[in-house]
């Protein structure tokens, strides 16, 4: 069955610390990736997104993130988070017939 | 776990048909819902905040009077998209979070709207 996993449910870094948080799916055909983030009482936001081309997708605030297909993973990182990236994050894939499933989103705090 | 349900899941009709989409929390209550839709290919497009008891608020260039949102109560809220043409076809999902503390963010599994 097709599933989206996030392995990280809660996470607190220091600022300046470098974040990966990871995301994994499972289905062995072509797949879109996001990931998008939430910050408290808003709605979701895009990020950064990946159809095809480069598998190291750069986004918005800083963020990055590697599709490894041979992992069915699609990570995202920041080499130096900020107060300010304290959100909840969601990797969302969609799979054939535009199916897409979301993560279950990893809380993010960020100590000043 | 809490959980949001969706329905329907499909939807196939005519042109000019309105159709009624569900978002129920199941067991919480959410005094807040989001709508989503999304185009082929594209990312996910708030289309609007549903709140509990009072007008949702619609995102720039949604149109309130063609994709009406009640939220009648603490767990169910209503998309209806009145006279549906062939570009209103797409997935649309909604999304809820329990109010109180740090709750997380549970979604529907979405319905795909296919006008004929």
């Known amino acids: 069955a097709q599933s989206v996993s996030q392995h990280n449910h809660h996470v607190i870094l220091s600022e300046a610390a470098s974040l990966e948080l990871g995301c994994n799916y499972s289905?062995?055909?072509?797949?879109?990736l996001f990931w998008y983030v939430q910050y408290p009482g808003q709605h979701l936001q895009l990020l950064l997104k990946?159809?095809?081309?480069?598998?190291l997708v750069k986004g918005i605030k800083g963020f990055e993130a590697e599709f490894i297909k041979s992992k069915f993973s699609f990570n995202l990182r920041k080499p130096s988070v900020q107060w300010s990236d304290t959100a909840e994050y969601f990797c969302?894939?969609?799979?054939?017939?535009?199916?897409?499933?979301f993560g279950k989103g990893t809380r993010l705090h960020i100590l000043p | 776990g809490a959980v949001v349900s969706q329905h329907p899941s499909r939807v196939i009709c005519k042109s000019g048909t309105s159709v009624k989409i569900e978002c129920r929390s199941l067991?919480?209550?959410?005094?807040?819902m989001f709508w989503y839709r999304q185009f082929p290919k594209q990312s996910l497009m708030l289309m609007a905040t549903?709140?509990?008891?009072?007008?949702?608020?619609?995102e720039q260039g949604v149109e309130k009077d063609k994709f009406l949102i009640n939220h009648a109560s603490l767990t169910l809220s209503t998309l209806t998209v009145t006279s549906a043409h062939p570009e209103d076809s797409s997935f649309y999902i909604c999304?809820?979070?329990?109010?109180?503390?740090?709750?997380?963010?549970?979604f529907g599994d979405g319905t795909r709207l296919s006008i004929l």
């Open positions: 990946y159809f095809s081309g480069d598998p």
């Open positions: 067991d919480f209550q959410a005094t807040t």
């Open positions: 289905y062995g055909g072509t797949v879109n």
């Open positions: 969302a894939v969609i799979f054939p017939k535009d199916k897409i499933i």
């Open positions: 549903s709140n509990e008891g009072s007008k949702a608020t619609y």
């Open positions: 999304s809820a979070r329990e109010p109180l503390g740090d709750q997380p963010q549970h």
